[in-house]
């Protein structure tokens, strides 16, 4: 997308119209907010046949607070297409409770249900609070591990995916560890999680981007990737032999790494201000393994926070969402920006689109 163009009229290859659900996040957060708003976008619109999971009343009751601050560019709750999904307790802008946690809860799983249905060929959710699902007694770690369990998948992953509004070029970035404490993450960091996640990762830029030959560079753990054991030995004891192996069974794929995490980070950011010099390392890799939760998303947001979207890969529908939370401390002030849950919105599609055709043509 080269700058000035918006996220949504990009020419994709081709659109047949996606059926999405959008599930209303948590009611107290900026999710009606971005949903209204991404519904007034005919860009967004014209995408395909965007359905609203949630309350119309609640929806109606933030469509009245947004239009009381003078916004006017927000769809009229009367006007789109909803399933009505009624939930108990009062909510006000910013102040989540365990009713607003589990009205989001319900909505997800009416989501999903009406995509296991067929009724949605995918679910685009719109930010829920964790904290707050735990108040709801909802023990989840996040919307994931809800889509997965429902899904019936154990192998599943976290990718991040923008694409630059300077350059065109799309970032992707897999995270092997999401939400667990930092300090539990090189006990869960196994050969094993890394090898099934790079599978998933081969597997998805093959299905969802068409890429069959791709390039993966892979984060070190430790400072400058452990400098041979002195500063950690992950790197030595068994990332790189598994990246050695990997490069073995997987000819097809350029695995490079582990990169220090430090400079990891700085071929991406020219490729996506377009300031990538010319000659062989000059390309920037296809895709990003982060081994950690922060390692990946701090580049993600510092670089595309208002245009990069989270899509949950090993599902067998298509899930995305934006790459924000409920901003609690901004809702209901009309000034939420509904960019990331449009490209959310557009990368549904995109996906949806791309496993239509990759299914035609095994059909054939
Ligand atoms: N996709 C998701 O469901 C998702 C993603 C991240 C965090 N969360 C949850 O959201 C809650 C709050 O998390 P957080 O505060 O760490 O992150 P956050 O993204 O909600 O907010 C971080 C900062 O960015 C701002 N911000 C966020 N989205 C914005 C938007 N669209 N327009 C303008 N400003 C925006 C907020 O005002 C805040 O200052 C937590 O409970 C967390 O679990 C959910
Ligand atoms: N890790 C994501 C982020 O920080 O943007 C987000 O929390 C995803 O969580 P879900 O599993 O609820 O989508």
Redesign the pocket.
């Known amino acids: 997308m080269t700058s000035g163009t918006s996220i949504l009229t990009e020419p994709i290859a081709t659109v047949t119209r996606s059926r999405l659900a959008l599930p209303l996040g948590d009611p107290a957060g900026i999710g009606p907010e971005v949903v209204l708003k991404t519904l007034a976008d005919p860009a967004a619109t014209a995408l395909g046949e965007l359905t609203v999971i949630g309350s119309r009343k609640v929806l109606i009751a933030a469509y009245q607070q947004l239009r009381d601050r003078g916004l006017t560019a927000i769809a009229d709750p009367n006007d789109i297409d909803i399933i009505d999904v009624p939930v108990t307790g009062e909510f006000a802008p910013g102040e989540g409770n365990a009713a607003s946690g589990a009205a989001s809860f319900t909505w997800l799983q009416a989501a999903i249900a009406a995509t296991l249905a067929g009724r949605c060929d995918g679910v685009v959710?719109a930010p829920?609070a964790?904290s707050l699902w735990a108040a709801a007694g909802r023990v989840y770690?996040?919307?994931?591990?809800v889509l997965a369990e429902a899904a019936g998948v154990e192998k599943f992953g976290?990718l991040f995916a923008g694409r630059s509004p300077h350059s065109g070029w799309m970032l992707r970035t897999l995270l092997a560890t999401?939400?667990i404490p930092l300090r539990r993450v090189p006990d869960v960091l196994t050969p094993e999680l890394l090898a099934w996640k790079l599978d998933l990762l081969v597997t998805c830029l093959h299905q969802d981007f068409a890429i069959d030959r791709p390039t993966i560079a892979v984060s070190g753990l430790n400072p400058h990737s452990g400098e041979g054991g002195q500063l950690g030995t992950e790197e030595r004891d068994w990332l790189i032999p598994l990246l050695e192996r990997e490069r073995r069974d997987r000819p097809h794929v350029q695995l490079i790494g582990p990169v220090p995490p430090d400079t990891l980070w700085m071929q991406p950011a020219q490729a996506w201000y377009g300031t990538l010099g010319s000659g062989a390392r000059s390309r920037a890799a296809d895709a990003y393994l982060a081994l950690y939760?922060d390692q990946g998303?701090i580049p993600v947001k510092l670089l595309a926070f208002d245009c990069a979207a989270?899509i949950t890969i090993g599902l067998p529908f298509v899930r995305t969402?934006p790459?924000?939370?409920t901003a609690f401390d901004i809702a209901g002030r009309g000034i939420a920006d509904p960019t990331s849950f449009k490209a959310a919105v557009r990368i549904a599609t995109e996906l949806v689109n791309q496993r239509r055709q990759t299914a035609d043509a095994l059909a054939l």
Do not use: F, W
């Not at 770690?141 to 591990?145: A, F, K, L, S, V």
């Open positions: 959710t829920i964790k770690p996040g919307q994931t591990e976290m999401t939400h939760h998303l989270n969402s790459d924000h939370g």
